[in-house]
């Protein structure tokens, strides 16, 4: 499975970005799709994630601001991010979990000016 990420780009605090991940197949055993982030210096670490049953988890740092769906039908995961922050700027990453291995997107930059 490759994941696709996009969506990215440049933008002033207080303003919103989409992000899309495009599974290039379905895969077996999902068990949960996120999206993680990394800041230069920083570790990678998780925004959201949304289990099969539609349960989502958020980061304390984003709650209330991004919001994660999945499109089953078309392969696609959704990062909704408002309200966005200078702490915010990252690259994103897209994730699948199943039971046997994780893939990963290649990537997308998400930069908030303030």
């Known amino acids: 499975v490759q994941l696709q990420a996009s969506g990215g780009g440049l933008v002033q605090a207080g303003g919103s970005l989409r992000l899309s991940c495009l599974a290039s197949?379905?895969?077996?055993?999902?068990?949960?799709r996120g999206w993680y982030r990394q800041a230069p210096g920083k570790q990678r670490e998780l925004v959201a994630s949304?289990?099969?049953?539609?349960?989502?988890n958020y980061a304390d740092s984003v709650k209330g601001r991004f919001t994660i769906s999945k499109d089953i039908a078309k392969n696609t995961l959704y990062l909704e991010m408002s309200s966005l922050k200078p702490e915010d700027t990252a690259v994103y990453y897209c994730?699948?979990?199943?039971?046997?291995?994780?893939?990963w997107g290649q990537g997308t930059l998400v930069t908030v000016s303030s």
């Open positions: 197949r379905s895969a077996f055993f999902i068990r949960s």
């Open positions: 949304i289990r099969n049953d539609g349960i989502t």
């Open positions: 994730n699948l979990h199943t039971a046997s291995y994780d893939y």
